[in-house]
């Protein structure tokens, strides 16, 4: 696809799809690969079986969910003319399986229960667990300092469908508070409901080269929309079919919405 | 024994500025650059000789990148001063830059031999890695972000920190540390060196430019001595070997809990494994040679045809306990099988009998395609 300012990236209509099973949905997702490498990591296609072994692949949140990795991939693009790469994108989904305190709390598939979910979260990254200082001012500092939606209304939710895919932003600061913290864009984490039980996380973080930076060519407003539209163009290739069982408890769960 | 010096003064054996044309004895250090820049579509592309080395490190012709590279080089006979990536050199005329991914082609527009006419002279090449100005430095999972977080200072103890070579961004250098050590993401570290830091290595560039390397290297010997006592392994791949040795160099006393694996390693690496021995730094104990050549990176690959017996010699002298003796063993006996192995010099000398061969003909016979003009790709697609 071309892009503003001469930049092309890879042909999503012509790159490998990938999906993925989970019983209760499927997911597709199209990835572009580097001609030059194999870097990165793709599970296995059936996930309707989660490990229980452990492995490098997957994780106990220190919140006490667990996390399987599904795709750790990297693809750039490019100047037209030159074929110098401008920009880097990082596309990292995983699975979250619900644990039983957080079900307790919400399901997935209610809209709404599901963002007042992933901003509590959020807030609980923002100070690292401590719930005690939850409504500080600290809490607000960090959460400045991780560039993070500072109130639900802040969240933009990506259209898919009958369920929207909530679009939180994110960034962990240096620990210096030197000047290369002024120009750092915040990476986006997206949640994509699956079922009651499970939920999909993309950390999507789109790197610019400093050839695109230092030469001036580029203003910060054209840095800020290249990246928002190699991020919908990822967005728009996710594709999840959920089953008719799941379809009917959406229905449920959003009926008054 | 020292890897070969990259150095070259840029269009060195170019005349001044004011003159347009070459000199007989400064023209045999040029070959065509490859079969398609004979001047028979546009003007003739050439290049010295003594840049061989340092492009076959830099451009594999088997590559998507290393052929929009040659390609890109190749359209130098088309190009004007106005093209795109073209930069002129305001202070002298006939001199420009062309801007590629990975380096920069100096080169001059002059009048060729005979009826030739304008012919284009790569004088120089230097290595150029792109970045995202990503900081230098020391980097670590957190568990709750699922990020890494940057570090001035951190326990490290037992965990592996992985010293990455060149790459394009921090998260390919996540992913190379990820592919290479099979550990759980909270026992992985990375020492991350971004592109514009390798540019100045020695490695790549023997310029008195190390502003920003020095403070690389101050940043890692500062993590090393803040964990001097505890349990690390290092893992240091291509040009991180370059940082890891150069970081050694000002630690006072021994890292005796501490480990390392050398993976292609970019520097020379007789002298680092010296060092480590004398910090009592000590090999890995897993099952993998502690010092891998894998045949991947081609960097690795060239430099190391110039320093291949230097480097059996000191993996021979290699002994540890629990270190992974078999596969070590096997290492070397692979190495020494292809000890006589050199393409790169065989290569070159056969441009210097081309250039040589050159002189002796008229320059209308030399623009057609015989054995006397072997270009400098032919030559690179040998190696």
């Given at each position: 696809m071309k892009f503003n300012n001469n930049v092309i990236g890879p042909d999503f209509d012509k790159a490998d799809i990938v999906s993925f099973d989970f019983g209760v949905a499927e997911v597709s997702v199209v990835l572009p690969k580097d001609p030059d490498s194999d870097l990165g990591y793709i599970a296995p296609q059936d996930q309707r079986q989660l490990p229980t072994e452990p492995g490098i692949y997957w994780e106990t949140h220190p919140f006490g969910f667990r996390v399987f990795d599904l795709v750790q991939k990297s693809w750039s693009y490019c100047d037209?003319?030159?074929?110098?790469?401008l920009a880097f994108e990082n596309f990292n989904l995983s699975l979250i399986e619900v644990s039983d305190e957080m079900r307790a709390e919400m399901n997935p598939l209610n809209k709404q229960e599901f963002i007042d979910w992933v901003f509590t979260f959020f807030r609980r990254i923002a100070v690292r667990g401590d719930s005690s200082l939850l409504g500080s001012d600290y809490e607000l500092v960090r959460m400045k300092a991780y560039q993070m939606?500072?109130?639900?209304?802040?969240i933009e939710l990506y259209p898919a469908g009958r369920l929207n895919w909530p679009m939180l932003t994110i960034d962990s600061p240096y620990d210096d508070g030197d000047e290369a913290n002024a120009d750092r864009d915040p990476d986006y984490f997206i949640y994509i409901p699956l079922s009651e039980n499970l939920f999909l996380y993309l950390d999507n973080s789109i790197s610019i080269s400093s050839r695109a930076t230092d030469s001036g060519t580029f203003s910060r407003s054209e840095i800020l929309q290249l990246k928002r539209d190699i991020l919908m163009e990822i967005l728009a290739h996710i594709k999840v079919t959920y089953s008719p069982d799941i379809l009917k408890l959406i229905e449920e769960q959003n009926s008054e919405t | 024994m020292a890897i070969p010096s990259l150095n070259a003064k840029k269009l060195s054996h170019l005349p001044s500025p004011s003159k347009t044309l070459l000199t007989k004895q400064a023209m045999k250090d040029f070959v065509y650059f490859s079969d398609n820049t004979k001047g028979i579509n546009g003007k003739a592309v050439k290049i010295k000789i003594g840049l061989f080395l340092r492009f076959a490190a830099l451009v594999d012709p088997k590559t998507h990148t290393g052929q929009t590279i040659i390609r890109q080089i190749e359209n130098l006979r088309m190009l004007?001063?106005?093209?795109?990536?073209v930069h002129a050199n305001v202070h002298s005329a006939f001199r420009f830059m062309l801007q590629l991914s990975n380096m920069q082609v100096f080169y001059a527009v002059l009048d060729g031999e005979g009826q030739a006419g304008k012919e284009i002279f790569i004088g120089d090449i230097k290595a150029d890695f792109g970045g995202n100005g990503e900081k230098a430095g020391l980097y670590v999972y957190n568990a709750v972000t699922r990020k890494y977080d940057s570090y001035k200072q951190t326990n490290l103890d037992h965990k592996a920190v992985y010293l990455n070579g060149h790459c394009e961004q921090l998260q390919i250098a996540l992913k190379n540390a990820k592919s290479r050590i099979s550990l759980a993401n909270a026992d992985i570290a990375v020492f991350y060196t971004p592109g514009k830091v390798i540019n100045e290595l020695g490695v790549w560039n023997s310029s008195s430019s190390r502003k920003t390397v020095n403070e690389s290297i101050g940043k890692l010997r500062d993590v090393m001595k803040f964990n001097q006592d505890k349990k690390v392994s290092w893992v240091a791949e291509a040009e991180g070997a370059e940082i890891f040795s150069n970081a050694l160099d000002g630690m006072n006393g021994v890292l005796s809990g501490h480990k390392f694996r050398l993976i292609?390693?970019?520097?020379?690496t007789p002298m680092l494994l010296q060092k480590l021995k004398s910090k009592e730094i000590k090999p890995a104990i897993d099952e993998i040679a502690p010092v891998t050549y894998t045949g991947e990176n081609r960097a690795t690959t060239i430099f190391l045809e110039s320093q291949k017996n230097a480097v059996i010699n000191a993996l021979k002298m290699l002994r540890a306990k629990n270190y992974a003796e078999r596969p070590h063993q096997n290492m070397v006996k692979e190495l020494e099988a292809t000890a006589d192995n050199k393409p790169v010099e065989k290569n070159k000398q056969a441009l210097t009998n081309t250039a040589a061969l050159n002189q002796r003909v008229p320059a209308k016979v030399v623009v057609t395609d015989n054995k006397a003009a072997l270009s400098f790709i032919t030559a690179l697609k040998r190696v």
């Open positions: 037209k003319d030159s074929e110098i790469p939606p500072l109130s639900k209304n802040e | 004007n001063a106005a093209s795109p990536g292609d390693p970019l520097t020379n």
